[in-house]
């Protein structure tokens, strides 16, 4: 493996009712294009900045604070000079870094500081959506510390729990981006931009740590420019070279007095912190004796910890841990939805569990009725019954539906004798389904190897 | 607060306005002060206004005729700040400063000239029109409130609004032969009041009656949430201080025209007999142009970016690539000063030059502001010239850095921050105008001299 250093800029649009320096609302998704402005947010000549949001500043602190940054006293918003039809003023107001010296887990973070988001610029229409220009943005500026787009999946992956435990962010698609830098064995830093997801930010780089490669495979020099990320292609084109660095002409706004933090109220904040997935993980692990690697699956989103917590005070820990990251996530995960999002609450999924430990529901079953109740939002045993998913207790029934596959599957049943293990696997799922998932799968095995040698 | 009577107590507001529309109507072809008039908009709020002052209900400025600089922002009017660029560029709000001026009941009759985003010191720079000194037709009016300066003095108007970057009130207040007001920075919201320098910008008063002007700047002063530079016209002190103690800056009186300065002597003299009065030195008063031609150049370099071709001035052209387009949207919108102070601010701020200049004139600025509080312990107020000479005439050349000398009288309250006020010493406007500087938010102390 080459020798691989990665810094990231990540952008997480913050959660507000109002922009960064204006009251206009924040629902730009919501709303026609252009919808959300007044002459500050566009700039208006005589226009001016209202104060700085004040939830946005205290949104940002609860993010350093859990990046375990050190929060300056005071700060300053300063003009970013460049021209783009994005940007209304001509500048983007940013400020100095508010959170220093933090890290997560092994990655140091440099700095974290607040901006406002531009507005959207579509290329191919020559339109500009104002509506997105003063979203609350922060910057988290992480040293040079990762060494594979593995270390940023793990790195992004984090950071994203660790907003959602804070509920400080927008959270919807293109609300996290990222710009990465990548050099390879020493060499020269390329920079690529217009990474939109966390995802994103893994495909980039695994591409441009590849092209990079090549480059230097082939005896060529890697050059100093941005590239942009191409989240169709997934691949990297260049920008712009650069030779120096850009000149932003960086000046602190008359227009917006100087940010002072108190430390008193960085304590306050503090002790509103929820315990952060970390820390959570390493208490389920310890208090319920899980393994440590299913710990840190289910801490990722919040819900499914404290889903897990309660759960696993009624049942045995590791077997909920299992249960939930295994049928549970695979649902989620197949509907894209997260716990909160799903509706699901404790009380049935505790219900379903209980009813699959206890063999009133097959594993295919439990299933069925798990899927069934993403739609149905009611208790899994009225779902059971009225699906008829209940296991059978009907012996008889049983018994004949086995009868009736060993004796219709000779060929199978002779295979099995001779060795064929996947051939009794045949047999076996055939009388799961005549039993319509009712039966459990190894009631059901034991039951046909019973017959087989009663059969002799 | 209701004043029941307009401030000329037999006359009507209706009456007031049809005498200065009537004024407008026979000098501004000449004057040229005003760059629209709204002439229906006044009458039909005249008409208003005297139903609330039968009514008793009329607000402090009920039946007073006020003309706005045309970098203030009127709901629905022109905002063009006398340049090619927003010649057509309608504003879609109120500034804080007219929101205010309506609600007290005063008729706003129109916009009035300016130089170009209010970057001047005699009104001939606006890319507009040329605003005449009514005094005499020969002269500049002083900019760049050059409207307001001359609408006031052809008594077109009772007050006027203007802004003072650097002098910019006081100038024309002083080349018409009126009283000035710059308030305290962070007194008046600057909210709707175009950007030149903001740091710098204040909205300020001008007008042939004293009490006029304070009657006005009560209306349009306090805390504004939509300006946070206005936050600190809260703490301002409700006592009111008095003046016991003139400072005269031995540096005031350097390089001023010799009748103007014996004249401001002279006026100086009469004042001993109130005042104790002591002459002080403030040695960076010398250094206020360099120091004050950087910090304004570099924020002026900010505040115009936004004029890309894009949203305001010709339409930029689609067919080239961005940048280029920019470039000549603003060729062709700007005229040449305001490109020279765009050109050095934007230079000054490279990381390449910054330390060399604007670092410097920030830490200068710093240095001015100590010095100033310093001697300002021991003196209430400052007195001396407020222009260094009297108007000019139309065609006397002067190069950028003559005309800029002109405000070295005028703009260490703007790098200061403190209030100023202007007043004339005759009526002869070519006497010239004495100038009185208070301390930050004792703007009212300098009505009391």
């Known amino acids: 493996m080459v020798n691989v250093v990665i810094g990231l800029e990540v952008h997480v649009q913050l959660k507000t009712k109002s922009k960064i320096f204006c009251s206009c609302p924040t629902n730009y998704r919501d709303v026609e294009p252009n919808e959300n402005l007044c002459p500050t947010c566009t700039a208006q000549p005589g226009s001016k900045p209202f104060g700085l949001n004040k939830t946005a500043l205290d949104n940002l602190l609860k993010i350093a604070l859990a990046l375990n940054c050190k929060v300056k006293d005071s700060s300053v918003i300063q003009r970013k000079h460049y021209l783009y039809p994005d940007l209304p003023s001509g500048y983007q107001r940013t400020s100095k870094p508010i959170g220093i010296e933090g890290n997560l887990g092994k990655i140091r973070i440099r700095e974290v500081h607040i901006e406002e988001d531009p507005g959207r610029y579509e290329l191919r229409e020559g339109t500009v959506d104002y509506n997105r220009a003063g979203i609350p943005l922060i910057e988290i500026v992480t040293e040079p510390d990762m060494r594979s787009p593995d270390d940023a999946r793990e790195f992004l992956d984090e950071l994203a729990a660790i907003l959602g435990y804070l509920d400080v962010a927008r959270g919807e698609p293109g609300s996290m981006r990222a710009d990465a830098n990548v050099s390879i064995d020493g060499g020269t830093r390329v920079e690529v931009k217009n990474i939109n997801s966390f995802s994103g930010v893994v495909a980039a780089l695994a591409y441009e740590i590849v092209r990079q490669q090549n480059v230097l495979r082939r005896g060529g020099k890697v050059i100093m420019e941005t590239r942009h990320f191409e989240e169709a292609t997934g691949s990297t084109t260049t920008l712009r070279k650069k030779e120096t660095e850009e000149d932003y002409r960086y000046m602190p706004d008359p227009d917006v007095p100087p940010i002072t933090i108190k430390q008193s109220h960085v304590t306050e904040l503090g002790k509103t912190m929820p315990e952060l997935p970390r820390a959570k993980s390493a208490r389920l692990s310890k208090d319920f004796g899980i393994r440590s690697e299913d710990a840190w699956i289910l801490v990722a989103e919040v819900e499914i910890a404290d889903l897990f917590e309660k759960m696993a005070k009624k049942a045995a820990p590791q077997k909920v841990a299992l249960w939930i990251r295994g049928p549970l996530k695979k649902q989620l995960n197949y509907r894209e939805l997260t716990m909160r999002q799903s509706g699901l609450n404790e009380e049935w999924l505790s219900e379903l569990f209980d009813m699959f430990e206890t063999a009133e529901l097959s594993d295919k079953a439990m299933e069925q009725t798990l899927i069934a109740l993403f739609d149905m939002k009611r208790s899994p045993r009225k779902i059971a019954t009225e699906l008829d998913l209940l296991m059978t207790k009907d012996t008889k029934e049983i018994d004949r539906v086995i009868e009736a596959v060993v004796n219709e599957n000779p060929k199978s049943i002779e295979d099995y004798k001779a060795g064929n293990e996947k051939a009794l696997n045949f047999v076996i799922g055939n009388a799961i389904k005549l039993l319509k998932g009712k039966a459990d799968s190894k009631l059901v095995r034991e039951l046909i190897l019973k017959r087989i040698k009663e059969k002799k | ?449």
């Open chain 2, 1 to 449: 607060m209701a004043i029941k009577k307009p401030h000329a107590a037999s006359v009507s507001a209706e009456e007031n306005l049809h005498r200065k529309l009537d004024m407008i109507d026979k000098r501004d072809a000449e004057v040229k002060a005003f760059i629209e008039v709204y002439r229906e908009e006044a009458l039909k709020s005249a008409k208003e206004v005297d139903k609330r002052i039968k009514d008793g209900k009329a607000g402090p400025l009920a039946g007073l005729v006020v003309a706005v600089k045309n970098n203030i922002a009127v709901k629905g009017k022109r905002l063009t700040c006398a340049s090619k660029m927003l010649e057509n560029h309608h504003a879609v709000y109120n500034a804080t400063v007219v929101e205010k001026l309506i609600a007290a009941d005063a008729i706003i009759i129109g916009s009035v000239n300016l130089d170009e985003y209010a970057c001047g010191v005699d009104g001939t720079y606006s890319a507009l029109q040329r605003t005449r000194n009514p005094l005499d037709l020969e002269r500049v009016p002083g900019g760049s409130s050059a409207g307001s300066g001359a609408s006031v003095a052809a008594g077109m108007c009772d007050a006027a609004l203007g802004s003072d970057t650097g002098g910019s009130v006081r100038c024309p207040a002083a080349f018409c032969n009126a009283y000035g007001l710059k308030p305290t920075y962070g007194a008046v919201s600057r909210y709707g009041l175009a950007d030149l320098a903001m740091s710098l910008d204040q909205i300020g008063v001008i007008s042939k009656d004293k009490t006029i002007m304070k009657r006005v700047f009560d209306a349009i002063r306090g805390p504004d949430p939509r300006d946070q530079t206005t936050q600190l016209a809260e703490n301002v002190s409700k006592k009111a201080a008095e003046v016991k103690v003139i400072g005269v800056p031995k540096e005031f009186f350097e390089g001023v025209d010799k009748h103007i300065a014996a004249g401001v002597r002279k006026r100086i003299k009469e004042l001993e007999k109130n005042y104790e009065v002591r002459e002080v030195s403030i040695p960076t008063l010398r250094y206020t142009v360099p120091i004050y031609q950087l910090t304004m150049a570099a924020e002026f370099s900010s505040a115009m970016q936004k004029y890309d071709g894009l949203r305001y001035g010709f339409p930029a052209d689609r067919n080239e690539d961005l940048y280029t387009s920019f470039a000549k949207a603003r060729d062709a919108s700007l005229g040449k000063e305001i490109k020279r102070r765009i050109m050095v601010g934007t230079y000054i701020t490279m990381k390449e030059f910054k330390d060399a200049w604007y670092s410097h004139a920030l830490k200068a600025r710093e240095v001015m502001k100590e010095e100033f509080a310093s001697v300002m312990k021991d003196v209430d107020v400052l007195a001396g010239p407020a222009m260094p000479t009297p108007p000019w005439k139309f065609g006397e050349e002067m190069t950028p850095l003559e005309m800029y000398a002109a405000d070295m009288l005028t703009i260490a309250a703007n790098l200061t921050g403190t209030p100023a006020i202007v007043e004339p010493l005759s009526s002869d406007f070519k006497d010239g105008a004495i100038q009185f500087y208070g301390r930050h938010f004792e703007d009212d102390v300098l009505f009391r001299i």
